[in-house]
Protein backbone atom coordinates (compact mmCIF):
# COMPACT_ATOMS: atom_id res chain seq x y z
CA UNK A 1 0.00 0.00 0.00
CA UNK A 2 1.05 3.57 -0.73
CA UNK A 3 0.79 5.95 2.56
CA UNK A 4 -1.95 7.79 1.32
CA UNK A 5 -3.45 4.22 1.07
CA UNK A 6 -2.95 3.01 4.76
CA UNK A 7 -4.08 6.48 5.83
CA UNK A 8 -6.85 5.83 3.92
CA UNK A 9 -7.57 2.13 5.33
CA UNK A 10 -8.01 3.23 8.77
CA UNK A 11 -11.21 3.81 10.37
CA UNK A 12 -13.03 7.17 9.60
CA UNK A 13 -11.91 9.03 13.04
CA UNK A 14 -8.11 7.81 13.07
CA UNK A 15 -8.38 9.00 9.21
CA UNK A 16 -9.10 12.40 10.23
CA UNK A 17 -6.42 12.42 12.78
CA UNK A 18 -4.20 11.30 10.00
CA UNK A 19 -4.58 13.65 7.82
CA UNK A 20 -4.69 16.67 9.71
CA UNK A 21 -1.25 16.97 10.89
CA UNK A 22 -0.77 17.27 7.35
CA UNK A 23 -2.98 20.19 6.91
CA UNK A 24 -1.96 22.15 10.18
CA UNK A 25 1.48 22.33 9.13
CA UNK A 26 0.82 23.80 5.52
CA UNK A 27 -1.42 26.23 6.76
CA UNK A 28 1.10 27.73 9.99
CA UNK A 29 3.69 26.98 7.32
CA UNK A 30 2.05 29.36 4.71
CA UNK A 31 0.97 32.35 7.41
CA UNK A 32 4.83 32.23 8.65
CA UNK A 33 5.76 33.14 4.99
CA UNK A 34 3.42 35.43 4.75
CA UNK A 35 4.34 37.40 8.26
CA UNK A 36 8.07 36.81 7.26
CA UNK A 37 7.24 38.47 4.13
CA UNK A 38 5.27 41.43 5.74
CA UNK A 39 8.13 41.76 8.69
CA UNK A 40 10.60 42.08 5.97
CA UNK A 41 12.94 44.94 7.29
CA UNK A 42 12.00 44.97 10.86
CA UNK A 43 14.58 42.67 13.04
CA UNK A 44 13.40 43.15 16.52
CA UNK A 45 9.54 41.81 15.19
CA UNK A 46 11.14 39.19 13.13
CA UNK A 47 13.67 37.69 16.17
CA UNK A 48 10.21 38.11 18.10
CA UNK A 49 8.71 35.83 15.77
CA UNK A 50 11.34 33.38 15.72
CA UNK A 51 11.82 33.18 19.55
CA UNK A 52 7.98 32.94 20.25
CA UNK A 53 6.32 31.54 17.47
CA UNK A 54 8.18 29.52 14.77
CA UNK A 55 10.80 27.59 17.09
CA UNK A 56 7.90 26.95 19.45
CA UNK A 57 6.14 25.68 16.14
CA UNK A 58 9.44 23.59 14.98
CA UNK A 59 9.41 22.19 18.22
CA UNK A 60 5.81 20.91 18.21
CA UNK A 61 5.94 19.30 14.49
CA UNK A 62 9.03 17.58 16.19
CA UNK A 63 6.58 16.09 19.08
CA UNK A 64 4.18 15.62 16.59
CA UNK A 65 5.97 13.25 14.35
CA UNK A 66 7.32 11.37 17.33
CA UNK A 67 3.72 10.67 18.56
CA UNK A 68 2.00 10.19 15.13
CA UNK A 69 1.98 6.93 12.98
CA UNK A 70 5.36 6.80 11.03
CA UNK A 71 3.27 6.70 7.52
CA UNK A 72 1.84 9.95 8.83
CA UNK A 73 5.11 11.69 9.67
CA UNK A 74 6.47 10.61 6.31
CA UNK A 75 3.64 12.44 4.97
CA UNK A 76 4.16 15.65 7.00
CA UNK A 77 7.42 16.05 5.98
CA UNK A 78 6.75 14.90 2.35
CA UNK A 79 4.40 18.29 2.37
CA UNK A 80 6.60 20.25 4.08
CA UNK A 81 9.43 19.46 1.35
CA UNK A 82 7.06 20.22 -1.09
CA UNK A 83 5.27 23.27 -0.11
CA UNK A 84 8.82 24.49 0.30
CA UNK A 85 9.87 23.96 -3.26
CA UNK A 86 6.52 25.89 -4.12
CA UNK A 87 8.03 28.99 -2.25
CA UNK A 88 11.46 28.74 -3.33
CA UNK A 89 10.16 28.14 -7.44
CA UNK A 90 7.60 30.82 -7.04
CA UNK A 91 10.30 33.44 -5.63
CA UNK A 92 13.98 32.55 -6.16
CA UNK A 93 13.50 30.99 -9.23
CA UNK A 94 10.86 32.95 -10.60
CA UNK A 95 13.25 34.52 -13.00
CA UNK A 96 14.35 31.80 -15.13
CA UNK A 97 13.14 32.78 -19.02
CA UNK A 98 13.32 31.39 -22.43
CA UNK A 99 14.38 34.51 -24.24
CA UNK A 100 11.98 37.06 -22.57
CA UNK A 101 9.33 34.37 -21.46
CA UNK A 102 9.18 33.59 -18.08
CA UNK A 103 9.23 30.26 -17.36
CA UNK A 104 7.05 28.93 -13.94
CA UNK A 105 8.05 25.42 -12.94
CA UNK A 106 6.05 25.82 -9.51
CA UNK A 107 3.54 24.01 -10.36
CA UNK A 108 5.63 20.94 -10.50
CA UNK A 109 5.95 20.20 -6.91
CA UNK A 110 2.03 20.70 -6.23
CA UNK A 111 1.57 18.30 -9.24
CA UNK A 112 3.75 15.78 -7.79
CA UNK A 113 2.10 16.21 -4.18
CA UNK A 114 -1.36 15.99 -5.23
CA UNK A 115 -0.73 12.70 -7.36
CA UNK A 116 1.45 10.88 -4.16
CA UNK A 117 -1.20 12.45 -1.59
CA UNK A 118 -4.55 13.21 -3.00
CA UNK A 119 -6.85 16.00 -4.24
CA UNK A 120 -6.38 17.45 -0.81
CA UNK A 121 -3.43 17.84 -0.56
CA UNK A 122 -2.92 19.55 -3.85
CA UNK A 123 -5.34 21.46 -2.81
CA UNK A 124 -2.97 22.67 0.65
CA UNK A 125 0.09 22.97 -1.70
CA UNK A 126 -1.96 25.37 -4.14
CA UNK A 127 -3.06 27.41 -1.59
CA UNK A 128 1.03 28.03 -0.34
CA UNK A 129 1.39 28.89 -4.22
CA UNK A 130 -1.55 31.20 -3.82
CA UNK A 131 -0.61 32.59 -0.91
CA UNK A 132 3.10 33.23 -1.79
CA UNK A 133 1.47 35.20 -5.07
CA UNK A 134 -0.55 37.40 -3.07
CA UNK A 135 1.95 38.59 -0.89
CA UNK A 136 4.14 39.43 -3.57
CA UNK A 137 1.12 41.67 -5.09
CA UNK A 138 0.59 42.74 -1.55
CA UNK A 139 4.15 44.16 -1.17
CA UNK A 140 4.45 45.49 -4.39
CA UNK A 141 6.88 42.71 -5.41
CA UNK A 142 4.60 42.38 -8.87
CA UNK A 143 3.35 45.78 -9.73
CA UNK A 144 0.37 44.12 -11.58
CA UNK A 145 -1.00 42.18 -8.69
CA UNK A 146 -0.34 45.30 -6.29
CA UNK A 147 -2.58 46.93 -8.95
CA UNK A 148 -5.35 44.67 -8.50
CA UNK A 149 -5.03 44.53 -4.96
CA UNK A 150 -5.50 48.31 -4.87
CA UNK A 151 -8.45 47.93 -7.11
CA UNK A 152 -10.19 45.08 -4.84
CA UNK A 153 -8.06 43.50 -2.08
CA UNK A 154 -11.57 40.45 -1.34
CA UNK A 155 -11.39 40.06 -5.22
CA UNK A 156 -7.82 39.35 -5.69
CA UNK A 157 -7.71 36.99 -2.55
CA UNK A 158 -10.43 35.20 -4.49
CA UNK A 159 -9.06 34.89 -7.95
CA UNK A 160 -5.38 34.70 -6.86
CA UNK A 161 -5.58 32.11 -3.91
CA UNK A 162 -8.85 30.35 -5.75
CA UNK A 163 -7.15 29.56 -8.93
CA UNK A 164 -4.05 28.27 -7.09
CA UNK A 165 -5.95 26.22 -4.85
CA UNK A 166 -8.51 25.21 -7.40
CA UNK A 167 -5.10 24.04 -9.75
CA UNK A 168 -4.30 21.36 -7.10
CA UNK A 169 -7.30 20.17 -6.39
CA UNK A 170 -8.06 19.66 -10.00
CA UNK A 171 -4.85 18.08 -10.66
CA UNK A 172 -4.84 15.60 -7.90
CA UNK A 173 -9.01 14.48 -8.33
CA UNK A 174 -7.34 14.10 -12.72
CA UNK A 175 -4.85 11.86 -11.26
CA UNK A 176 -7.36 9.87 -9.18
CA UNK A 177 -9.93 9.05 -11.63
CA UNK A 178 -7.13 7.49 -13.67
CA UNK A 179 -4.93 6.20 -10.61
CA UNK A 180 -5.25 2.62 -12.49
CA UNK A 181 -3.09 4.29 -15.30
CA UNK A 182 0.05 5.62 -13.74
CA UNK A 183 1.27 7.28 -16.57
CA UNK A 184 -1.56 8.52 -17.76
CA UNK A 185 -2.88 9.99 -14.53
CA UNK A 186 0.44 11.99 -14.14
CA UNK A 187 0.41 13.51 -17.67
CA UNK A 188 -3.23 14.12 -17.02
CA UNK A 189 -2.86 16.01 -13.69
CA UNK A 190 -0.02 17.65 -14.93
CA UNK A 191 -1.38 19.34 -18.09
CA UNK A 192 -5.24 19.97 -16.00
CA UNK A 193 -3.09 22.41 -13.48
CA UNK A 194 -2.17 25.02 -15.82
CA UNK A 195 -5.41 25.13 -17.71
CA UNK A 196 -7.19 25.44 -14.29
CA UNK A 197 -4.41 28.32 -12.92
CA UNK A 198 -5.00 30.24 -16.21
CA UNK A 199 -8.31 29.45 -16.86
CA UNK A 200 -9.54 30.89 -13.20
CA UNK A 201 -6.90 33.65 -13.82
CA UNK A 202 -8.60 34.29 -17.02
CA UNK A 203 -12.33 34.17 -15.32
CA UNK A 204 -11.45 37.02 -13.01
CA UNK A 205 -9.99 39.44 -15.26
CA UNK A 206 -13.18 39.23 -17.73
CA UNK A 207 -15.54 39.47 -14.96
CA UNK A 208 -14.38 41.23 -11.49
CA UNK A 209 -11.24 43.00 -12.68
CA UNK A 210 -12.64 44.07 -16.38
CA UNK A 211 -12.52 47.67 -16.03
CA UNK A 212 -8.51 47.33 -15.31
CA UNK A 213 -8.09 45.22 -18.14
CA UNK A 214 -9.96 47.64 -20.34
CA UNK A 215 -7.70 50.22 -19.24
CA UNK A 216 -5.19 48.23 -20.20
CA UNK A 217 -6.71 47.54 -23.29
CA UNK A 218 -6.50 51.13 -24.52
CA UNK A 219 -9.76 50.28 -27.08
CA UNK A 220 -8.57 47.12 -27.99
CA UNK A 221 -10.86 44.18 -27.46
CA UNK A 222 -10.51 43.16 -23.54
CA UNK A 223 -10.86 39.63 -24.73
CA UNK A 224 -8.53 39.06 -27.68
CA UNK A 225 -6.27 41.77 -25.45
CA UNK A 226 -6.16 39.18 -22.29
CA UNK A 227 -5.58 36.25 -24.34
CA UNK A 228 -2.75 37.91 -26.47
CA UNK A 229 -0.88 40.21 -24.22
CA UNK A 230 -1.27 38.34 -20.77
CA UNK A 231 -1.99 34.68 -21.49
CA UNK A 232 -0.80 33.72 -24.59
CA UNK A 233 2.83 32.78 -25.10
CA UNK A 234 3.29 32.43 -21.31
CA UNK A 235 0.40 30.01 -20.83
CA UNK A 236 1.43 28.29 -23.88
CA UNK A 237 5.18 27.68 -22.89
CA UNK A 238 3.75 26.77 -19.16
CA UNK A 239 1.77 24.37 -20.76
CA UNK A 240 4.37 22.84 -23.08
CA UNK A 241 6.93 23.22 -20.29
CA UNK A 242 4.19 21.03 -17.99
CA UNK A 243 3.49 18.77 -20.61
CA UNK A 244 7.49 18.04 -21.17
CA UNK A 245 8.23 17.69 -17.38
CA UNK A 246 4.86 15.41 -17.71
CA UNK A 247 6.94 11.83 -18.09
CA UNK A 248 9.64 12.97 -15.44
CA UNK A 249 6.99 13.80 -12.93
CA UNK A 250 5.44 10.00 -13.65
CA UNK A 251 9.32 8.76 -12.79
CA UNK A 252 9.68 10.78 -9.69
CA UNK A 253 6.04 8.98 -8.85
CA UNK A 254 7.14 5.83 -9.57
CA UNK A 255 10.42 6.31 -7.26
CA UNK A 256 8.80 8.18 -4.07
CA UNK A 257 6.11 5.23 -4.30
CA UNK A 258 8.64 2.37 -4.32
CA UNK A 259 10.87 4.31 -1.65
CA UNK A 260 7.63 4.67 0.32
CA UNK A 261 6.39 1.58 0.31
CA UNK A 262 9.16 0.29 1.38
Known sequence: KTIYQEIQAHTPRRRLTGLLPPTIALA?????????QLLK???????????????????????????APF?????????AILAALVVV???????????????????????????????????????????????AGVTGADQFTYLLWTASPFWLIVVCVG????????????????EKKQTLSCIAAAL?????????????????????????????????YL???????????EFAVNAVLSAAIARIVQVVRKQLEK
Open 28 to 36: CGGAFLGAF
Open 89 to 135: LQTVASGIRIGPVPISLTLVPIVVGAILFGPGAGAGLGFVFGLVCLI
Open 192 to 224: VAPVVNTGVFAVGMLTVFRPILAQYAGGTDVVT
Open 227 to 237: FVAFIGVNFLV
Open 41 to 67: GNKALMNWLILHVTTPYKHGISWLCGK
Open 163 to 178: KAVLCGLCAGLAAKAL
Open 71 to 79: AVAEVIWAL
